[in-house]
């Protein structure tokens, strides 16, 4: 297939609603859990749009799943300081911090006029910036008449195959680490999203 012929697939196409779960991931993926954010997934739209995704919200206050459980649960997987999974690209996939794919996704970000929200202090290829700048071109597709061309069409294509086809798999082999029902949710949520998102591509790789 070559760049530019899609033939009548358009991986842009409801560009709004797919910007707001790659966001909302994004979000769960980069951070533990604060007191906001709890509350909104507890109840309200944020809560009603996370569980149409097949994520499971965290528990109401009076459970033993605290928000001291979870923030717990997300250090203990993620940050470590000892037996952590960190979900980062270039570990996952060369061992190291800061390799391959962390230079490729800042000359990426780099060559964009999109405003991206991803975290600073993390890698460039962390799930969550990841997550993020995707979320971010399906955004500025959705609001912005001249980002709807060929070129970013293609670069949505490249930036999803080569920096988010392997997070399903990533999810999967998390999925048993978690203490709490609400992270083992996420990598769920986040395995069957993207795994659906990875079926649009007809080039995409097949995940292990």
Wanted: aromatic residues 8%; contains cysteine.
């Amino acid at each position: 297939m070559s760049p530019h012929d899609h033939g009548q697939f358009s991986p842009l196409a409801d560009a709004g609603r797919r910007s707001g779960v790659y966001h909302l991931l994004a979000r769960l993926w980069i951070q533990e859990l604060d007191t906001e954010l709890l509350e909104a997934l507890r109840g309200g739209g944020l809560g009603r749009a996370y569980h149409a995704a097949g994520g499971i919200p965290p528990a109401t206050p009076d459970s033993s799943q605290t928000l001291d459980d979870l923030q717990i649960d997300y250090c203990r997987l993620f940050i470590g300081p000892q037996g952590h999974h960190p979900p980062v690209q270039s570990i996952w996939q060369e061992g190291r911090f800061e390799g391959n794919a962390a230079a490729a996704l800042r000359r990426i970000v780099d060559g964009l006029n999109i405003d991206t929200p991803c975290d600073a202090s993390l890698p460039h290829d962390h799930i969550g910036n990841i997550l993020a700048l995707i979320g971010s071109l399906l955004m500025a597709v959705d609001t912005r008449p001249e980002c709807r061309d060929a070129d970013l069409q293609d670069l949505f294509v490249g930036l999803f195959l080569e920096h988010a086809a392997w997070i399903p798999e990533f999810a999967r082999s998390s999925s048993p680490r978690c203490d709490t029902e609400f992270y083992r949710g996420l990598m769920s949520v986040t395995d069957r999203f993207l795994t659906q998102e990875t079926a649009l591509f007809p080039t995409a790789p097949t995940s292990a």
